[in-house]
């Protein structure tokens, strides 16, 4: 019984088989002879071609429009941020020491200037806290409202400097120190505000001025007693540095006075908060000679050279530099005068 009915479904197979293929001979002859027919296909064919150029076209334009846009809402969504993002500043990491950073600054043209720069670079720079002292009887409107809006956790201070103790127009920037008070108000701020059992940092003098690396401030957020590192563009040099030997520094790669004991800038050392805490007295002084602010400074810190920790690769590196912003010529004024009402 199932040998009959695989023999009766070979036979049907066979004919079905048979049947296509006469199906399909008949067929090929009737397109094979009908030249009309396959005119009519062809064109078809060359229309649904086209259809589909037409079509990729519109998605390529598509494309097109579409990174614009895209390229648009990029440039929209930065500057959305730019306005309203919060700053790494103010992202505080309690693992990481605070950096107390100490920046005199007085009223000029290129003031605002200075100051926005600087602190484009410290919104980059987490657990940060920014002391601005204006060399000012009282604190300007100016310095005042930047503050309030550059994103930077802040404390506004003003102590005026005497005339007899200032630069007068045309003195050379070396004949007197400048930011004396100014620093020495940050000082008293920080031990007066801060409680040495609690607050744990690092203080820094950042000069308003200045150009410094990212870098410069992961560098010192470690320092022990303090950190010292070159500083470029300074003293009439490519740059000064503390020379260093087996770790250790051992002298001062600088033009004057090498013989100091601490022959560093300003922008070349960081100091623990624990030792601003322990040596309360320490302050700069405007009764000290050239270049011997500083000195005079870790002298009275108690700080020896054995202390100091050499950072920015053992000080092969440079990360800061001694820029200063060329003053404004303004004796255009006189001719086309600027609207006073507007802000600089």
């Given at each position: 019984?199932?040998?009959?009915?695989?023999?009766?479904?070979?036979?049907?197979?066979?004919?079905?088989?048979?049947?296509?293929?006469?199906?399909?001979?008949?067929?090929?002859?009737?397109?094979?002879?009908?030249?009309?027919?396959?005119?009519?296909r062809e064109r078809q064919i060359d229309t649904y071609k086209q259809?589909?150029?037409?079509?990729?076209?519109?998605?390529?334009?598509?494309?097109?429009?579409?990174?614009?846009?895209?390229?648009?809402?990029?440039?929209?969504?930065?500057?959305?941020?730019?306005?309203?993002?919060?700053?790494?500043?103010?992202?505080?990491?309690?693992?990481?020491?605070?950096?107390?950073?100490?920046?005199?600054?007085?009223?000029?043209?290129?003031?605002?200037?200075?100051?926005?720069?600087?602190?484009?670079?410290?919104?980059?720079?987490?657990?940060?806290?920014?002391?601005?002292?204006?060399?000012?009887?009282?604190?300007?409107?100016?310095?005042?409202?930047?503050?309030?809006?550059?994103?930077?956790?802040?404390?506004?201070?003003?102590?005026?400097?005497?005339?007899?103790?200032?630069?007068?127009?045309?003195?050379?920037?070396?004949?007197?120190?400048?930011?004396?008070?100014?620093?020495?108000?940050?000082?008293?701020?920080?031990?007066?505000?801060?409680?040495?059992?609690?607050?744990?940092?690092?203080?820094?003098?950042?000069?308003?001025?200045?150009?410094?690396?990212?870098?410069?401030?992961?560098?010192?957020?470690?320092?022990?007693?303090?950190?010292?590192?070159?500083?470029?563009?300074?003293?009439?040099?490519?740059?000064?540095?503390?020379?260093?030997?087996?770790?250790?520094?051992?002298?001062?790669?600088?033009?004057?006075?090498?013989?100091?004991?601490?022959?560093?800038?300003?922008?070349?050392?960081?100091?623990?908060?624990?030792?601003?805490?322990?040596?309360?007295?320490?302050?700069?002084?405007?009764?000290?000679?050239?270049?011997?602010l500083e000195n005079s400074l870790l002298l009275q810190l108690g700080?020896?050279?054995?202390?100091?920790?050499?950072?920015?690769?053992?000080?092969?590196?440079?990360?800061?530099?001694?820029?200063r912003t060329e003053k404004t010529k303004t004796k255009n004024e006189?001719?086309?005068?600027?609207?006073?009402?507007?802000?600089?």
């Amino acid at each position: 019984m199932v040998m009959m009915t695989q023999s009766r479904l070979l036979c049907l197979y066979s004919v079905l088989i048979f049947l296509g293929f006469t199906w399909f001979i008949s067929t090929f002859e009737y397109f094979c002879n009908n030249d009309e027919l396959l005119e009519v296909r062809e064109r078809q064919i060359d229309t649904y071609k086209q259809q589909v150029t037409d079509k990729n076209r519109e998605i390529e334009n598509i494309q097109t429009k579409m990174q614009e846009y895209e390229e648009k809402i990029q440039r929209l969504s930065h500057l959305l941020q730019i306005k309203t993002c919060k700053p790494v500043a103010g992202d505080n990491d309690p693992t990481l020491p605070t950096l107390y950073l100490i920046t005199p600054t007085y009223s000029r043209l290129e003031q605002k200037a200075d100051l926005t720069r600087l602190s484009h670079t410290l919104l980059h720079v987490r657990n940060l806290h920014w002391i601005v002292v204006e060399d000012s009887e009282v604190k300007t409107r100016l310095v005042t409202n930047f503050l309030a809006n550059c994103g930077i956790h802040n404390t506004h201070l003003n102590t005026l400097t005497p005339k007899q103790v200032k630069l007068k127009a045309g003195d050379p920037q070396w004949l007197k120190p400048r930011g004396v008070l100014q620093r020495n108000a940050g000082l008293t701020w920080i031990r007066t505000a801060l409680n040495p059992s609690k607050n744990k940092g690092v203080v820094y003098f950042a000069d308003d001025d200045n150009t410094y690396s990212l870098e410069l401030f992961e560098e010192m957020r470690q320092t022990q007693k303090v950190s010292v590192w070159p500083v470029g563009i300074v003293g009439g040099l490519r740059f000064e540095s503390p020379m260093v030997q087996n770790g250790s520094v051992i002298g001062w790669h600088t033009f004057w006075k090498p013989e100091r004991t601490f022959a560093l800038d300003m922008a070349g050392f960081a100091v623990n908060l624990a030792i601003i805490f322990s040596h309360s007295n320490a302050v700069f002084s405007n009764n000290v000679p050239r270049g011997y602010l500083e000195n005079s400074l870790l002298l009275q810190l108690g700080v020896k050279l054995k202390d100091l920790e050499p950072r920015a690769e053992n000080c092969n590196k440079v990360l800061v530099w001694h820029t200063r912003t060329e003053k404004t010529k303004t004796k255009n004024e006189k001719i086309t005068p600027s609207d006073i009402n507007i802000e600089v």
